[in-house]
């Protein structure tokens, strides 16, 4: 049973998405102006203007849900943004000379005196507490000051937390397993990613932090990791030419070399690459996070221009599961609860795609009642489908009898004109998948329909005989839209990430060549096995006996490569 | 059902046997009788066991009347019916078996004092109490991991056992080998058990084909194409109606068949000779002894004239003979497709040493065959498993269930649904997390052995119940095991003095403590799902046609695609497979769009995944 640590990735299959993905980050670029050009306009009139952004996971190929920022630190974004980003402040930051207590002025943020509060939402974090959307929704109508809205906060407390990278903290804080690493990031700087980013020099490592989002920096998470003496390059807002200036800063710096990355779109990569190719000669390893950025490792790699191991942290078992089947399983509830306060029981639903997030949509749709029908094209999971007691059907099959339409192919223009033409009255039409090429949103953009906006998100497509759709969140993603990202599954992600440091940083030489690599099984495993606290779960251990019966290490790890879970 | 109907006919048609079959002079009065007394006695065989229906005392006297169906459906209701014995573990001395057994880390058997002690009970009881046939339950021990379509499908076997009540009287103790047969047509290529019995043969098979309609559909689709034109298969499988609708198929598609049976006693007598009656050479029958069954797969191979250019082995005996007998065949053989676990192992093994030198296919590891064979057949194989031995409800009642990797993933859901209280034990974090997401409480056995009402194991692993559990579990725990072989509970610890074993019917023991607390112990610990349950045609299904695409894939792939080494199913095959199934369903599949699949960067027709998609 004797498994290799890490398998690259299988390649076939990735050379056909890689098309996909050149395309996805031309696309990607252009929803990058769009937001650019447009979000200043409006930055700050509408609550749901704000939302702009998360047209932003659509840079993702699939779904990574770390790649975008989770509502909740959105949330309380836009509840600090009612006083941080007060327009009077419209100095940049990089003309601001601003030191910390400890009197080192070696990072760029918004406003170091915010700092106290930063380290609030980061204990918040790490302790379990944070808000719900619901309730910071409330708080950024109320504007309140942010000391009311933290103790408010605090109130809508929450089991959620980032308990298994403070665990890993103090399990791994004797060994220092991390000690000489001078890791150089650049990922969104939330909450989350301080406690990640503060798990990390707990761990012995040396941060230089930027963000890989003009939008998603949380202004006093940057102040407070400032104040703590992380160098971070980071404020909400930035421009596209602060963007790489803030980059350059964590990475050109006189005597510090960095020898790690950890990057999210790879961004941070490419610019090493073009700007500063000689430091590749001390890194050791690039952890990257996003779909597009692991398609840029393998297009490195493919042209032979890879010359330091990558991780690509994304398809990792644990993570993939949740920001696929537990996340939307949870989130097409809320998310159309959100909206259209809809009951389930009863109502016929179609779902369009029968893959991970399939299989969760379904789950919650028929775990409270609702008649259940699939579209799917991939001949497995339709037998599936069929084995979990779906109807397979073809979507103008059902298209006029059912009440939801939910799309979940990662496809496009699954939902056409013609199906939102025969659709029944009051249809609710929304997409789970990726992107929003799923439902084929453009060709309701016609003189004949009306629009009528009934609420954020929500919008009633009306035609000249009076039947209206019900089309969410503009056919983008419902989750990301109209509903959390749990602070649980951010607490896999970074875990997942520090796991990889740890690895690529200790590996013995050799282990790893200059390819792109799954993270090994058995950082997979401890990554679960420091959320199994949270449910309270206990773990049965091998007694020698079985191990050597099994053919297998007591601790792991425990499934050959294959395994399908 | 379909049992019904066919035992029917085999219990009328019991008098023209005795009239026609004279070879053996004055055999036939007691053929007819002990078909009688079989069906008579079988109930109170299975005195007790739901599974014999009550109406069987009365209507056994008229088997050869119109009451048929009933009498004839006690024998094949009974438990015993069932399974293939654990033949190999007695007949097969091959070191290089003994070795691969172990390996599979599967039995009991393996052990040779384990070998000694149950082996002979087998043979010796054979025939005596319906009860003790159920032993020949152990043979699928012998696959490491969950291989259902190693093993036979109930319904295959209830007609076996149906036919097994005129076919195998202990009479006609002629060995086929001595018998001089022919079919209508003149051929005496074949050697089954008695040529005649080709018609009920015949009706079972056809039954066979109304159950699976992806392999009737795939001799539609593919007839014009003729894929497997000049293909020479010779197969070694259990020979069932279910193989018999497979290897027509195979024949229908252009290829020339020989077959021999991979265990000797899992043969359907009847279908052997149908498939004999219509050409096929076949060389197999009940109650082979170790040297017929090599002499059987030496007759496939070793024929004047012909050759064969593909093999489709289940368990690796074939394979192994042709190596050590005819290692020159091998320079015209295009390929290997291997069903088993265990015949798995052996081809990896080979790839290893460097003597596999033609491309082999491991059909048993193809997504859908897993997903059936496991998570979708014990799913339904708990329930029934259970309901059958214990007559329990469900509802409210406390179960751990030790393992949740497939097959725990199945049984869980499956008693969720019935309103139990599920707890999960677990090894590896990843499917821990993934019970918790799922809503079970992830435990130890021992924080709740002392509470629950049902333990299950399916860990694959050995000692997860241990005498110690045992004796903390309370009064009328149910103690049963779907997970593989009979290691997982430590049942020899069961077998000491203080302990009174009580069999309360077939398949349930009830072991007996000093202080009057009973455990309810199901199949000894052997696989519930195979000694209790069914494995449904649909499954089998599953499995025949995969193999019969992998034969197509090796058969027709243009030279270099496959070198020597062992393969797995192309993903585009198993899509295949899987969309054959789906008209069972009505499901309607839908198809990509030019756009979309440009879009996806995706072939219309598959392949749809890459191949570490997880599903």
């Given at each position: 049973m004797s498994v290799p640590d890490a398998m690259p990735l299988p390649v076939a299959g990735?050379?056909?998405?890689?098309?996909?993905?050149?395309?996805?980050?031309?696309?990607?670029?252009?929803?990058?102006?769009?937001?650019?050009?447009?979000?200043?306009?409006?930055?700050?009139?509408?609550?749901?203007?704000?939302?702009?952004?998360?047209?932003?996971?659509?840079?993702?190929?699939?779904?990574?849900?770390?790649?975008?920022?989770?509502?909740?630190?959105?949330?309380?974004?836009?509840?600090?943004a009612s006083y941080t980003d007060s327009s009077d402040d419209e100095v940049s930051p990089r003309e601001k000379q601003q030191t910390n207590s400890k009197g080192s002025s070696n990072f760029c943020v918004k406003n170091i005196?915010?700092?106290?509060?930063?380290?609030?939402?980061?204990?918040?974090?790490?302790?379990?507490?944070?808000?719900?959307?619901?309730?910071?929704?409330?708080?950024?109508?109320?504007?309140?000051?942010?000391?009311?809205?933290?103790?408010?906060?605090?109130?809508?407390?929450?089991?959620?937390?980032?308990?298994?990278?403070?665990?890993?903290?103090?399990?791994?804080?004797?060994?220092?397993?991390?000690?000489?690493?001078?890791?150089?990031?650049?990922?969104?700087?939330?909450?989350?990613?301080?406690?990640?980013?503060?798990?990390?020099?707990?761990?012995?490592?040396?941060?230089?932090?930027?963000?890989?989002?003009?939008?998603?920096?949380?202004?006093?998470?940057?102040?407070?990791?400032?104040?703590?003496?992380?160098?971070?390059?980071?404020?909400?807002?930035?421009?596209?030419?602060?963007?790489?200036?803030?980059?350059?800063?964590?990475?050109?710096?006189?005597?510090?070399?960095?020898?790690?990355?950890?990057?999210?779109?790879?961004?941070?990569?490419?610019?090493v690459y073009k700007k500063y190719p000689n430091v590749f000669k001390k890194i050791r390893g690039i952890v990257e996070e996003s779909v597009t950025g692991v398609h840029r490792l393998y297009q490195l790699s493919k042209a032979g221009k890879l010359c330091v191991p990558a991780m690509n942290v994304n398809d990792s078992v644990t993570k993939q599961k949740f920001d696929n089947l537990y996340c939307c399983r949870e989130s097409i509830l809320d998310g159309l609860k959100r909206t259209t306060d809809v009951m389930f029981g009863g109502k016929q639903v179609v779902v369009c795609g029968y893959g991970e997030v399939g299989k969760g949509c379904c789950a919650a749709l028929k775990a409270l009642g609702a008649i259940v029908y699939i579209t799917e094209i991939d001949p497995i999971c339709a037998l599936q489908a069929c084995m979990d007691g779906f109807?397979?059907?073809?979507?103008?099959?059902?298209?006029?009898?059912?009440?939801?339409?939910?799309?979940?192919?990662?496809?496009?223009?699954?939902?056409t004109r013609e199906h939102l033409d025969r659709m029944k009255n009051s249809c609710i039409v929304c997409n789970m998948g990726h992107s929003n090429t799923e439902i084929d949103v453009t060709s309701l953009r016609t003189p004949e329909l009306t629009w009528e906006r009934v609420r954020s998100q929500v919008d009633h497509v009306i035609w000249p005989d009076g039947k209206r759709v019900v089309l969410l969140a503009e056919g983008r993603l419902l989750n990301l839209s109209c509903s959390t990202v749990p602070t649980f599954v951010l607490s896999i992600t970074a875990t997942t990430q520090a796991l990889a440091l740890i690895e690529l940083y200790n590996a013995p030489e050799g282990r790893y060549k200059q390819d792109v690599y799954l993270l090994p099984k058995k950082m997979d495993e401890y990554v679960a096995s420091l959320h199994l606290p949270s449910f309270d779960a206990h773990l049965t251990e091998l007694t020698d006996d079985q191990a050597k019966y099994l053919g297998l290490n007591k601790n792991g790890p425990f499934k050959p490569n294959y395994y399908r879970y």
């Amino acid at each position: 049973m004797s498994v290799p640590d890490a398998m690259p990735l299988p390649v076939a299959g990735v050379g056909e998405e890689r098309k996909q993905a050149k395309e996805k980050e031309d696309a990607e670029k252009y929803s990058f102006m769009a937001t650019v050009t447009k979000a200043p306009k409006k930055q700050i009139q509408f609550a749901d203007d704000m939302q702009e952004f998360t047209k932003f996971p659509t840079k993702t190929g699939r779904r990574s849900l770390s790649r975008s920022i989770s509502q909740s630190s959105t949330d309380s974004y836009s509840s600090a943004a009612s006083y941080t980003d007060s327009s009077d402040d419209e100095v940049s930051p990089r003309e601001k000379q601003q030191t910390n207590s400890k009197g080192s002025s070696n990072f760029c943020v918004k406003n170091i005196k915010q700092a106290e509060f930063g380290r609030r939402e980061i204990e918040i974090a790490e302790q379990g507490i944070f808000y719900s959307g619901r309730e910071s929704g409330n708080q950024r109508d109320l504007h309140d000051g942010v000391r009311q809205s933290v103790e408010r906060q605090k109130q809508v407390a929450s089991a959620e937390d980032m308990s298994a990278l403070i665990s890993l903290r103090k399990r791994a804080q004797g060994e220092k397993p991390l000690a000489g690493a001078k890791i150089v990031g650049c990922t969104h700087i939330t909450a989350q990613t301080a406690v990640l980013i503060e798990t990390l020099c707990a761990l012995g490592a040396q941060c230089r932090w930027s963000a890989c989002n003009i939008y998603s920096t949380q202004n006093e998470v940057a102040a407070a990791l400032a104040e703590a003496g992380v160098a971070v390059f980071a404020w909400k807002g930035e421009s596209e030419d602060d963007f790489w200036w803030c980059i350059d800063r964590c990475v050109n710096m006189d005597g510090w070399q960095a020898n790690m990355i950890l990057d999210d779109g790879g961004d941070l990569t490419h610019w090493v690459y073009k700007k500063y190719p000689n430091v590749f000669k001390k890194i050791r390893g690039i952890v990257e996070e996003s779909v597009t950025g692991v398609h840029r490792l393998y297009q490195l790699s493919k042209a032979g221009k890879l010359c330091v191991p990558a991780m690509n942290v994304n398809d990792s078992v644990t993570k993939q599961k949740f920001d696929n089947l537990y996340c939307c399983r949870e989130s097409i509830l809320d998310g159309l609860k959100r909206t259209t306060d809809v009951m389930f029981g009863g109502k016929q639903v179609v779902v369009c795609g029968y893959g991970e997030v399939g299989k969760g949509c379904c789950a919650a749709l028929k775990a409270l009642g609702a008649i259940v029908y699939i579209t799917e094209i991939d001949p497995i999971c339709a037998l599936q489908a069929c084995m979990d007691g779906f109807r397979v059907v073809k979507l103008n099959e059902v298209i006029r009898q059912v009440d939801v339409v939910i799309t979940c192919t990662g496809n496009k223009n699954v939902v056409t004109r013609e199906h939102l033409d025969r659709m029944k009255n009051s249809c609710i039409v929304c997409n789970m998948g990726h992107s929003n090429t799923e439902i084929d949103v453009t060709s309701l953009r016609t003189p004949e329909l009306t629009w009528e906006r009934v609420r954020s998100q929500v919008d009633h497509v009306i035609w000249p005989d009076g039947k209206r759709v019900v089309l969410l969140a503009e056919g983008r993603l419902l989750n990301l839209s109209c509903s959390t990202v749990p602070t649980f599954v951010l607490s896999i992600t970074a875990t997942t990430q520090a796991l990889a440091l740890i690895e690529l940083y200790n590996a013995p030489e050799g282990r790893y060549k200059q390819d792109v690599y799954l993270l090994p099984k058995k950082m997979d495993e401890y990554v679960a096995s420091l959320h199994l606290p949270s449910f309270d779960a206990h773990l049965t251990e091998l007694t020698d006996d079985q191990a050597k019966y099994l053919g297998l290490n007591k601790n792991g790890p425990f499934k050959p490569n294959y395994y399908r879970y």
